[in-house]
């Protein structure tokens, strides 16, 4: 009952915590930031990772933690676990012939640990954010093979222990159809490469047998978007997934993104943590953020009927995943990126306020009548 009550606290916080007025600084603010890996400044009355038991994280940029004292204080304030949003991932950490350049990647591993922040290793197996120039100077299966079994070996051995669990496949099937992802049916870029292109679909069965060996004490997840809206996708994964335990693959869990919006439905979440909880697996809510401009309008400017919209679409993620996920298989929920102004969303140029936290790192209580309204039912 504990455990409950503390979890829908946390419903209750994340539906607060996106309430936020129109200008996201009305309402009782309450301070964020800090020194660097002090505690949020401020009178900030309720904290993130105290009111649920599974842990609450965050995907993070490693520049910022590491040069903003704002951005780093609040982050161990609030969350429990931090995801690198780009630092562990191939194209930060291998060069063009091949070597590897672990100092950054070695840095913000080292400066999590130091402010009581667990780790989750993002990402193993994915086609973008690749060194593109090295992987394309191989020649042949067995080549890019042993690239990528030496990428995850290297990589789990050397943050065995440190990093508590692994997206080792991402998006591996393409939306609409389900199809496995391929340069036939995805688009090309400079650091993209598509491993089933010469590896074919066994591509995934290795990349979580690699990293069990590595370090057979992690928890591997397979990792997708767009779970909650389309079932040809959904299904998909899960058909992988069970071909993987049938093969007795390492596979211990699946990360959902949930990159949403405002209208997301409800019943779409609901199927979702119904099917990915059957699988028996851990089920990781990996990357959420909610826009409230989804058809990015412009010019955009937020109001206090979206900004509720919001607030109780935050909310609907926690209760369907308590009501849907049972105890034993929550790995947790990790909102993707810090504030509205370091969103991927927003950095691609989109006006949207898809985070928990405004631009100033102030988390806003705008409005408090879903509290009340939440607490009478
Ligand atoms: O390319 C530079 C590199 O040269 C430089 O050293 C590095 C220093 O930080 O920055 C690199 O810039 C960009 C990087 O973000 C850091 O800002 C990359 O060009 C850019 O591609 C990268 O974007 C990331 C994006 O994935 C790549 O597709 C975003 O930060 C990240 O938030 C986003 O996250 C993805 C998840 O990994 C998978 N699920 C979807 C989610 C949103 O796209």
Redesign the pocket.
Same mark, same amino acid.
Request: glycine residues 6%.
């Given at each position: 009952m504990i455990i409950r009550m503390q979890w829908y606290n946390l419903v209750v916080l994340l539906a607060l915590v996106s309430f936020s007025a129109c200008s996201k600084s009305g309402g009782t603010s309450t301070g964020g930031g800090g020194t660097g890996g002090g505690g949020g400044g401020g009178t900030t009355t309720v904290i993130l990772k105290n009111l649920a038991t599974p842990p609450v994280g965050v995907?993070i940029?490693?520049?910022l933690f590491k040069n903003n004292l704002s951005y780093s204080g609040l982050i161990k304030t609030q969350f429990d676990r931090v995801t690198a949003?780009?630092?562990m991932?191939h194209?930060?950490n291998v060069k063009n012939d091949g070597t590897y350049e672990f100092s950054?990647t070695d840095d913000f591993v080292n400066l999590a640990q130091a402010n009581g922040l667990s780790v989750f290793g993002?990402?193993l197996a994915?086609h $973008?954010?690749n060194n593109g120039t090295y992987l394309r100077s191989l020649s042949g299966a067995a080549q890019v093979n042993s690239a990528l079994q030496n990428w995850i070996t290297t990589m789990v051995t050397r943050y065995k222990t440190k990093v508590t669990g692994w997206?080792v496949a991402?998006?591996v099937v393409v939306d609409g159809t389900g199809d496995l992802r391929t340069s036939a049916n995805s688009p090309a870029g400079s650091?993209v490469f598509y491993w089933a292109d010469q590896l074919g679909r066994n591509y995934i069965a290795d990349a979580f047998r690699w990293a069990n060996a590595a370090d057979p004490a992690a928890k591997l997840f397979i990792?997708d978007?767009n779970l909650e809206y389309d079932s040809r996708k959904l299904d998909s994964v899960i058909k992988i997934i069970n071909e993987l335990k049938a093969a007795s693959v390492p596979i211990h869990g699946v990360g959902t $993104?949930m990159?949403i919006n405002i209208n997301t439905s409800n019943a779409g979440i609901d199927n979702m943590f119904q099917k990915l909880a059957a699988t028996g697996l851990l089920v990781h809510v990996?990357?959420i953020d909610v826009r409230i401009n989804p058809s990015s309008a412009s010019p955009f400017t937020p109001t206090t009927a979206l900004y509720d919209q919001q607030a109780q679409k935050f909310r609907y993620i926690a209760e369907s995943y308590f009501r849907n996920v049972p105890a034993a298989q929550r790995w947790g929920l990790t909102v993707?990126?810090l504030t509205d102004a370091d969103?991927?969303?927003v950095?691609?140029g989109k006006i949207d306020f898809p985070t928990l936290f405004d631009a100033g790192y102030i988390k806003n209580l705008r409005s408090l009548n879903i509290v009340q309204d939440y607490n009478n039912k």
């Open positions: 995907g940029s490693y520049d949003e780009y630092q991932k194209g930060a950054r993002h990402v994915w $973008q954010n997206d991402n998006e650091d990792n978007y $993104q990159h990996s990357e993707w990126n969103s991927w969303i950095q691609s």
